[in-house]
């Protein structure tokens, strides 16, 4: 099915309170699909240490996949809500996301459909952490998985992938210095639920292409949301 025109889905967008605590709450931003053109499934995106939900990254990522039919959510981890730049310890971020997910398996509309979650680098680990602990959802999609730190491979963040039970989808540039596909390869090939592994040839840690690679680069993007809309079509086919 051939993704509808982005201009075509003004509106579509709508802001959510996610409360942590009784006084604390965070913002997430929901885009609905319109019915016609809807895959049936709910995808949850965490944003990266550095830039939040209304990044020019988070809105068109969302934007992409609501027009190829994912309703998508994304929203702010609770430091950058407020004003912070240092990201929180990761229970603090854990317990965040899992409000979000809580609060959407409750919403009216987007609470009925089967519920993916993923993010872009930090977001795609903390999702990747929650998915351990929870076996109810239908896929897990890791944007740019942070598997170390720079220059330090051997800080490995892979423990808990083997808990994770629903399929999963790594996107990952093959010149990303938090971890290449050559480093991802042997890990995810011990995952016991199918994982796909789509290789960004030429890509950094945000997907961006050297100049002389000859390709646009808003080409390389589109190609990764089409292999996202696809992949859940699919995955949403065989759950």
């Not at 398996?105 to 979650?117: D, F």
């Not at 093959?174 to 960004?200: C, M, Q």
């Amino acid at each position: 099915m051939a993704p509808k025109p982005r201009e075509s889905l003004e509106g579509l967008r709508s802001e959510l309170r996610i409360e942590l605590t009784p006084s604390q709450s965070v913002t997430a931003l929901a885009y609905a699909t319109p019915p016609e053109n809807r895959a049936g499934v709910t995808l949850i995106l965490g944003h990266g240490a550095g830039a939040g939900q209304t990044s020019g990254f988070m809105v068109d990522l969302a934007t992409a996949l609501v027009s190829r039919g994912i309703d998508t959510v994304t929203f702010n981890f609770s430091y950058l809500e407020h004003g912070r730049r240092v990201p929180d310890p990761n229970d603090t971020l854990e317990a965040c996301y899992r409000s979000v997910v809580e609060t959407l398996r409750k919403h009216r509309t987007l609470g009925q459909n089967p519920l993916a979650i993923g993010g872009k680098s930090m977001g795609g680990r903390i999702a990747s952490q929650i998915a351990a602990a929870d076996p109810d959802l239908c896929g897990l999609i890791l944007l740019g998985y942070p598997l170390h730190p720079p220059g330090r491979p051997e800080k490995l963040r892979a423990w808990h992938l083997g808990k994770i039970q629903a399929p999963m989808l790594f996107i990952q540039g093959s010149r990303d210095a938090f971890g290449t596909p050559n480093e991802l390869e042997p890990i995810v090939k011990k995952l016991k639920p199918p994982v796909t592994l789509y290789v960004v040839e030429g890509g950094d840690h945000s997907f961006k292409v050297p100049k002389s690679s000859g390709r646009p680069q808003q080409e390389v993007f589109e190609a990764v949301y089409d292999r996202i809309g696809a992949w859940i079509r699919e995955t949403r086919g065989t759950r």
